[in-house]
């Protein structure tokens, strides 16, 4: 919080504000947020297998996956149609994993959307119904 407050000390005196930072950046063509139910007993430890199990399945599929990343997995999509980034992460305290999916191209989340399908459809404690939704399958 500290160094917010330096840097509006800052671009108060050069006449700016806090906003003319981000002002530059475009937003997503496209972007999903989806919850899934975990129907297991121990949502954590099943929430965690999932996430493994995507990263591996990741690695496979050769995906580009974000090393920085402590909150789940995040995947990046650079160019093929897609430019785009998913984020599969587990709920801290419900049993639910969120997923996030952008794409700077139409169409992209679908596709992103389809290959996350492709794993997360083999967890049957998984409740991927709202990505059915989204597919439209």
């Given at each position: ?62 995906w580009s996956v974000a090393p920085d990343n402590h909150e789940g997995?995040?995947?990046l999509f650079p160019g093929k149609g897609i430019d785009g980034w998913f984020l599969l992460r587990l709920s801290v305290h ?44």
């Amino acid at each position: 919080m500290t160094r917010v407050i330096i840097e509006m000390a800052r671009l108060r005196r050069d006449g700016r504000a806090l906003g003319d930072l981000i002002g530059e950046l475009k937003e997503p063509a496209e972007e999903n947020e989806l919850r899934f139910k975990i129907l297991a007993g121990d949502f954590k430890a099943y929430g965690t297998k999932i996430i493994n199990g995507l990263a591996n399945y990741a690695e496979e599929q050769k995906w580009s996956v974000a090393p920085d990343n402590h909150e789940g997995i995040r995947v990046l999509f650079p160019g093929k149609g897609i430019d785009g980034w998913f984020l599969l992460r587990l709920s801290v305290h419900d049993p639910i994993m969120p997923l996030n999916i952008e794409s700077d191209t139409t169409g992209g989340n679908r596709k992103i959307a389809l290959q996350l399908y492709s794993k997360l459809k083999e967890y049957e404690l998984l409740d991927t119904s709202p990505l059915r939704k989204l597919l439209k399958i």
